[in-house]
Nanobody, 123 residues
């Protein structure tokens, strides 16, 4: 089984950028769908982006975030630009065996979760 391990969160001013990283522990991400969710205080976990047979983003991002993976480094990234206070949340890296049938934007459809990394955007 793969175990995602996130890093790269922190405090940033509105309009700034951060890059989150997610390393695979236990095995590689090869053969897995990978993605990011986030959870703000008092809210449910929310789909951000995922890579499966294609790349998918949540509509609210409006082109501000980019998901990518480096297979040689066995690492997933989330580049976040033009951050706004509403992006403040714990960001989770997720993985599951590649599936054409399971929904990407449902937290229930992902099998492996990292511990999360806090992103705080100040106004």
């Amino acid at each position: 089984q793969v175990q995602p391990v996130e890093s790269g969160g922190g405090l940033v001013q509105a309009g700034g950028s951060l890059r989150l990283s997610c390393a695979a522990s236990g095995r590689t991400f090869s053969g897995y769908d990978v993605g990011w969710f986030r959870q703000a205080p008092g809210k449910e976990r929310e789909f951000v982006a995922a890579m499966s047979y294609s790349t998918f983003y949540s509509d609210f991002l409006k082109g501000r975030f980019t998901i990518s993976r480096d297979s040689a480094k066995n690492t997933l990234y989330l580049q976040m630009n033009s951050l706004i206070p509403e992006d403040t949340a714990v960001y989770y890296c997720v993985a599951r065996p590649t599936s054409w049938q399971r929904r990407l934007n449902s937290a229930l459809e992902w099998d492996f979760w990292g511990q999360g990394t806090q992103v705080t955007v100040s106004s």
